[in-house]
């Protein structure tokens, strides 16, 4: 059985700002390296036999804290980099939904049919995403490994873990959370656990006004963002 944890990066600024990052290169603000090391902490002493990790430069130094105690560094994973935003890239929130309400009210209630405009479609984020993950778990039979990537892209493939591409919830993980799931087999994931956030202080859980409530109007758990 092969273990992997995959994990949120960070925060940014842009976070922060409520701006749309997707491909944009974003470095980690402050927080964001302050969780950074809260997940080097958290993987301390741990046995990880292989990091990996978009190539986004929020992505890297969050597996940059990941890897600081351990011995192994992150491999840059092309497939786990978080979708092409197209013209709602680096927009505010409240820009793009005054510009461009029908994909952002999709992107929060029906993310498998989210399709930015000239951007990326989810269910092709979605199709490089599940490839990367079954490619990277089929080279490590039984053994225990990390995976850092982005809330979208993470998005497509937990959100359909337990459930078909087209019933995908709007569900984000949190920034630098982690997620456990196992593997008998590339194709066969089991979640363990979700959206663990317990390494974090609360001091630096961001809770982002976009994604603070879900779809019906209630608040979701503690650091969703």
């Known amino acids: ?104 009210t999709t992107l929060r209630a029906d993310p498998a049919h989210f399709n930015p405009p000239e951007g990326e479609p989810s269910r092709q984020v979605w199709a490089r995403v599940r490839v990367a993950v079954e490619r990277i778990v089929a080279a490590h039979p039984d053994q225990t490994i990390a995976i850092v990537s982005h809330g979208f892209a993470l998005m497509t493939y937990l959100g359909t873990v337990d459930a078909p591409f087209e019933e995908m919830k709007p569900r984000l993980v949190s920034n630098a959370s982690v997620t456990t799931i196992t593997y008998q087999r590339p194709d066969e994931p089991c979640l363990v656990d979700y959206n663990d956030v317990s390494h974090l202080p609360d001091e630096v859980c961001f809770r982002s006004k976009f994604w603070k409530e879900d779809v019906n109007g209630k608040e979701t758990d503690r650091c969703r963002s």
Do not use: K
């Open 1 to 104: 059985m092969t273990t992997v944890y995959f994990v949120r990066h960070g925060t940014t600024d842009s976070n922060i700002g409520g701006r749309f990052q997707g491909s944009t290169d974003v470095p980690l603000g402050e927080m964001g390296l302050r969780q950074a090391d809260a997940l080097a902490e958290r993987f301390r002493g741990m046995s990880i036999d292989a990091v990996y990790c978009s190539p986004l430069t929020r992505a890297v130094q969050t597996a940059q804290g990941v890897c600081r105690y351990l011995a192994c560094e992150p491999h840059h994973e092309d497939g786990l980099r978080e979708v092409d935003g197209g013209l709602l890239e680096n927009q505010t929130n409240e820009f793009n939904e005054q510009n461009y309400p029908g994909s952002m």
